[in-house]
Each structure stands twice: as C-alpha cells, then as structure tokens.
C-alpha cells in the first residue's frame, strides 16, 4: 500500500493516498472537468488530470468559477418607532387633480407613507369617492397629520380623531404659527407633543431648522424630527444646509426634511447631507407631469442617499488634475 503523500492544497497541508490530481480533485468532492489546476506554479492542462501523478511535497492551487460580481446591497432600511420602511420618501395627498392622478404619482414614487388631512365628511354626498378607494391603507402606511392647525389643543384634538377613526398611533405633528408663512409655533408644538405622547401617540414632527428646538422635541417624546427646507408650498428647496446637518448630527431618532423641496436636487441635497428621509407634496403635485416629477424624486433620494453613504471627495481651493502630469509629452 503506498504511503499517504504530503501535499500542500489552497494553502493549507492536506494527507492524500490519491494517485493522481484527478483523483485528489474527487477526493475532495469536485469533478475534474469543472476545475482548474496549478502545481508547483504551473497549470496541468485539464485533459492530463488523469494521467498527472503526484509526488511528495507538491504545491496545488485548485479554481473553479463562482458568482461573481458586487456582492449583495446591504439592507439601506430605515425605521421609525418600530415600523420599517424602505423607500425614504414620503409623499402628501393633496394639490392633485383627483384621487387617481394622486394614487398613480404615488406608485410612481415608491413611497410607503402617505401623509393624510383629516377632515369633516361630506354629510351631504355620503357616497362621494374617498382617498381610501384609491390608496389602501392595508397597503401604504397612513399618517395623519394637522396641517392647518394653530394651536396645540386643536392639533390634539384633531389626532385624537384620527386614531378613532383609524386606530394610528404614528401621526405627524405640526402646529402653526401663522397663515402667511405657515412657520411651526415651536412654543405650541412642544406642548402638543408632550401631550400627545403621554397619551400614547408616536408623533413625527414639523418644525424650524433649530438644533435646540429639534433636540427639545426628541427630549419631549418625538419619534422623528422634520426640520422644513423652506416654507411649505414654496419651492424654495433647501435654506441653511448647516443647521439641517447639526440637527441629523445631533439626533438620536430619524430625521426628514419636510417643506421647501422644489424639484429632485433638493430632494438629492437632503439625503447628501445624512437626512433619513424626505417629505413633500407641492414639489410632485404641482408639477406639469406629476408621475414623471415622482419618479424623478425617487430617483433623486436614492441617489442623494448613495452620495451620502459613498462619502463625498474633499473640497479644495484649487484645480487637481485627474491624469498625472508625470510622464507627460
């Protein structure tokens, strides 16, 4: 009976009886027509396998295709008070045509939230088309908000409906200060939310790009902070991309522009500068197309949101060129 060889195989010392590399190479469960081979820094064609006996000693490199390419894309979810989400925009339900042209921006989107006025029915049209016929709520995540809300009691009141009529506990918050403007009442707001979470409510919240005032809110209970770009309905996109990048900074729970985005850059802008997501509705509803303009939005926040991961180049003050000047012509 022969000795058992010594053989070194893919780094690593390996005992072996087989005759041959063929037989080695079924010995460790692969077939010899799907491998290549090298020994001792030479490759042994495929066809002699058979035929190539091994010594004592040998070195062996044995390579077989596999998949190649980029691995897989980690999981980019995000999550807000326990509800995960992947699709970091979140679209509005009003300023559209009609409940179809919403819903169908909607899936142009890619959105999983909507936010949703709560209003008086129509006692007199009881039959009137509602925006649950064309959004399913078993579908898209709902989240009551208070827009057109100036004071904290109205604002309380107005959630304390939503969730009887839809059992949400996730609702967003914001309470104005004024019609020209419609800039928060941060002093009404703070009081809303910590109402609200005492009463089990897990309030998102609209307010001022102020670190201080974003910092109280989470303090108070907020389960997420949404710092405005610019006044609601403007356009205007984003203001002060300083104290938006304080306030992501600073938080512990997400943050999301909300208000002023205009067109996809400024959706782009707010993910670049580390926002977990981006809220709006004007910027789509209005626009001349408004399913192209979402899908261009969700476009620009998936985009935005890799810039942000990848880490931007350094800024410098003057010209590096790309191609060496060494060697040069």
Not at 38 to 58: F, H, K, M, W
Request: hydrophobic content about 45%; proline content about 6%; some cysteine.
């Amino acid at each position: 009976m022969t000795a058992p060889l010594t053989l070194t195989v893919n780094g690593e010392t390996r005992r072996t009886p087989a005759p041959t590399i063929a037989e080695l190479v079924k010995e460790l469960g692969l077939k010899p027509e799907k491998v290549a081979v090298e020994r001792n820094g030479e490759i042994v064609p495929r066809s002699t396998l058979a035929e190539a006996a091994l010594t004592d000693g040998d070195v062996l490199e044995i390579v077989h295709f596999v998949g190649g390419g980029a691995p897989e894309p980690e999981d980019d979810s995000w999550e807000v008070a326990g509800h995960r989400f992947t699709s970091r925009l979140i679209v509005g339900t009003g300023k559209y045509k009609d409940f179809a042209q919403n819903a169908a921006a909607l899936e142009a989107s890619g959105a999983e939230i909507v936010t949703v006025a709560v209003r008086r029915v129509n006692v007199s049209d009881p039959n009137a088309p509602m925006l649950t016929d064309y959004i399913d709520p078993k579908k898209i995540t709902y989240l009551p908000n208070t827009a057109g809300c100036f004071t904290a009691e109205d604002a309380i009141r107005t959630l304390r409906l939503a969730r009887e009529a839809g059992g949400w506990d996730l609702v967003k918050l914001e309470v104005l200060g004024e019609a020209r403007t419609l800039y928060p009442d941060m002093r009404e707001t703070l009081r809303a939310t910590e109402v609200l979470v005492k009463e089990g409510f897990k309030p998102m919240v609209y307010c001022t790009d102020d670190p201080i005032a974003a910092k109280q809110l989470e303090e108070a209970g907020a389960v997420a902070i949404m710092p405005l770009g610019a006044p609601i309905g403007s356009g205007l996109g984003i203001q002060n991309r300083v104290t938006i990048r304080l306030i992501v900074e600073g938080a512990k729970v997400p943050v999301l522009v909300d208000a002023g985005v205009g067109t996809a850059s400024d959706a782009a802008v707010a993910m670049e500068l580390g926002c977990d997501g981006v809220l709006m509705n004007t910027a789509i509803a209005e626009a001349k197309d408004p399913i192209r303009m979402a899908r261009a939005m969700k476009l620009a926040v998936q985009g935005g949101r890799d810039a942000y991961l990848a880490g931007r180049m350094a800024t410098r003050r003057y010209a590096d060129p790309s191609s060496p000047l060494a060697g040069l012509i």
